[in-house]
């Protein structure tokens, strides 16, 4: 949530940082899908190979847990960033 408010306003540094909290408590109480969540919210802030990437990571754990549309929503945003 911070992460996200950071970047509505234009934080980067700080949205950065509060995303990758996030990710870090939330693999570590196996907390899959809001983890998932946090990577395509991580994955706006970041460029090419790395947003890629972290596209792709949230979207295996999506497809592993059956979240059909969270799946399709990110390989939109892969077709996106990708012809982009």
Do not use: N
Not at 13 to 21: C, F, G, P, R, S
Not at 37 to 61: G, Y
């Amino acid at each position: 949530m911070l992460g996200q408010i950071a970047a509505e306003q234009s934080q980067l540094d700080h949205a950065v940082e509060h995303l990758a909290q996030s990710r870090a408590i939330l693999e570590e109480l196996g907390s899959e899908h809001e983890l998932a969540l946090t990577l395509v919210e991580e994955a706006r802030l970041l460029e090419d190979d790395a947003q890629r990437k972290t596209l792709e990571r949230a979207h295996d754990i999506f497809i592993r847990l059956g979240a059909t549309a969270e799946a399709e929503g990110v390989e939109k945003l892969l077709d996106v960033y990708t012809c982009a």
